[in-house]
Nanobody, 123 residues
Framework: QVQLVESGGGLVQAGGSLRLSCAAS????????MGWFRQAPGKVREFVAA????????YYADSVKGRFTISRDNAKNTVYLQMNNLKPEDTAVYYC????????????????WGQGTQVTVSS
């Protein structure tokens, strides 16, 4: 089985930066696509970014493109999300997921999830 643990969240002011990490333990699959999703109170879990196993292809939601960067270190079994120029609307619980099948942009295409890490951006 695969266990995913997110870390790096916190409280920042608008315009600040955070770097989230997703550490995988147990049985891991370096060839799989990994993604970041976020969920704000009362809203559905939405796509943020995804990355292929080699890191050669990345995908971003329009709302974060140009501000966020996803990367991975397969040797460390870790996926990162560098978040710059944060905005209050970025406030949410951020989840790391392992893709299983289907579109990279939909949460139901991911089979495993971490516990989430809270990101709060104040204005």
């Amino acid at each position: 089985q695969v266990q995913l643990v997110e870390s790096g969240g916190g409280l920042v002011q608008a315009g600040g930066s955070l770097r989230l990490s997703c550490a995988a333990s147990g049985r891991t699959f370096s060839s799989t696509v990994m993604g970041w999703f976020r969920q704000a109170p009362g809203k559905v879990r939405e796509f943020v970014a995804a990355i292929t196993w080699s890191g050669s292809s990345t995908y971003y939601a329009d709302s974060v493109k140009g501000r966020f960067t996803i990367s991975r270190d397969n040797a460390k079994n870790t996926v990162y999300l560098q978040m710059n120029n944060l905005k209050p609307e970025d406030t949410a619980v951020y989840y790391c997921g392992r893709h299983f099948s289907g579109s990279y942009y939909y949460s139901n295409s991911y089979r495993y999830w971490g516990q989430g890490t809270q990101v709060t951006v104040s204005s």
